[in-house]
């Protein structure tokens, strides 16, 4: 295996995105849906990418590329449908220790993006190591018809039953059986179903009185 999987935490980080077509469009998107403040350089923006800028923390330099626009960044994406372009700019990256990604050219990149499929908290990531980007969308696009909205709500539902555990100081090893019996029991199903009464009841049974939708803060 080449590729070693990771999650990066790019929130409030500094991100250069090199492109603003639509492919840079995609890659900005992303990138502030995970809370990172980027700078775009192009000199030509989509409309879709100006309309974000103006509520989202992305700034638009409308100018040719200079090397020194790698200064202060975390993180680099390249964009552009030049590839010699696309791999100078990979070794300006290279050269400063960034990390960088060159759309649709794997061998210019110090790592790939996988397709993802994201429900609240929970992504889903496939990645083909670069061999069938087309095999690796469709994947994505099965994942998206088998797992709902609800696996994003469930998920949140464990991580207040988790928070509120912690809270009453019990032993995180104690947790587990806790957490296996919530999961095996249906309570995924109660909340694709909207069912309230039914998840209250559960969640009392497994986890004692106090634990209901209300009392954790969850709405079903």
Request: hydrophobic letters at 40%; one cysteine or more.
């Amino acid at each position: 295996m080449r590729y070693y999987p990771v999650s990066l935490d790019i929130m409030g980080k500094a991100c250069l995105v090199v492109g603003g077509g639509a492919v840079g469009t995609r890659k900005v998107e992303t990138l502030v849906r995970c809370g990172a403040h980027v700078t775009v350089v192009s000199k030509a923006f989509t409309d879709e990418l100006k309309a974000m800028a103006q509520d989202a923390p992305i700034t638009l330099e409308e100018r040719a590329y200079d090397a020194s626009d790698m200064d202060g960044k975390f993180l680099v994406i390249v964009a552009t449908d030049d590839q010699a372009f696309n791999t100078r700019v990979s070794r300006d990256a290279e050269a400063t220790c960034k990390l960088c990604n060159v759309a649709d050219y794997p061998s210019a990149c110090n790592f790939i993006l996988p397709s993802i499929v994201q429900r609240g908290d929970m992504t889903l990531s496939i990645s083909t190591s670069g061999k069938s980007p087309a095999f690796a969308k469709w994947m994505r696009r099965r994942l998206e018809t088998e797992f709902g909205d609800e696996y994003g709500e469930f998920l949140e539902l464990m991580g207040l039953v988790r928070k509120k555990l912690l809270a009453e100081a019990h032993e995180p090893e104690a947790h587990k059986p806790l957490f296996e019996a919530l999961i095996a029991g249906g309570l995924l199903e109660m909340v694709k179903a909207g069912d309230k009464k039914g998840a209250d009841a559960f969640l009392t049974e497994v986890l004692g009185e106090g634990y209901t939708c209300d009392t954790l803060g969850f709405s079903l």
